[in-house]
């Protein structure tokens, strides 16, 4: 079988972990959980891949790594990062969980470039021994040069089996015109978005609104960058099908606490048995990476509940 060009830039590590190396950069990959409601409780449902760049082994803010790569090398640079997680998540992650990968519709620009993409990604689901159906594909908020492009590449990953997501909806070029002209699967709602709608009556109206519709139409809606217990009570209240964010667990490099799931039960976080508030997993690890969400304190909680069911 022929090889993927993205396993060209990959170290296979003694613990099991699969390393990028590109140029003075060691890439890892982080994973981090996507909770589902299930009749009241939270269950893991699947996982995010995220790059994790380091420089003589000392962290460095994703963004800072991009912003390195040339425009000509965005291309690699992505596939090798979806390379990174598929293997990873193959090797560490339960079987039964879907995995969210990215992909910026901005670098492809013709049809070669994305069969190559589709084919390079299928050699590499061969290796990792992950079935298509668990693959989810987020459309990133990044521009494309041409949407009849962007509209022949998702129907592409369809035919192969994918699932699609549009990411940070409400921020950039992610609006209700992309949701309409790709009809995803998955709607993940902008982090930023949704707090800043869930500080007042109206903004939570209109947020309840918006998760009513796409459900109506079939699609999932997922509220990213949860932080704080009383978001996420409101994220049920609003009736989202899926809710990430550091409330619940944090990104952790492979290989993860998380590992497989130990029984037949799905996995749910802990919580602290005096208040009922969800315990996020690896708490105190700071991710100096990631820009917290600014907000103001709500003045209203609203379907706050001070001990929730987990």
Known sequence: MARSVGLAHIMRQNDGTSVGVWGVFALKSAFQPIFAFKNGKLEIAAFEGLLRPFRDDEPMPPGKFFNTVPAQDRLHVETLSRTLHLLNGGAFLDKRARLFVNFDPSVYVDRQLAANALRDMRLVLHEADIEPE?????????????????????????????????????????????????????????????????QSGPGFALLQAMVKEFEGRGINTLFEGIEETWQLDL?????????????????????TSFGKFSDNSPLRPERNESTGEPIARNKAVAEPEVEPVRRAAPRRAFGQRPNRSL
Do not use: W
């Open 134 to 198: 668990r693959i989810v594909c987020e459309i990133t908020e990044q521009k494309t040069s041409s949407d009849a492009g962007l509209h022949m590449f998702v129907q592409a990953l369809r035919e192969h089996g994918f699932a699609i997501a549009v990411d940070d909806y409400g921020a950039e070029e992610s609006g209700i015109k992309r949701i309409n002209e790709l009809q995803p699967e998955v709607v993940k709602f902008d982090s930023h978005f949704i707090t800043h709608l869930m």
């Open 235 to 255: 994220a049920e209240k609003c009736g989202a099908s899926m809710v990430q964010g550091f409330v619940l667990a944090r990104p952790e490099v492979v290989p």
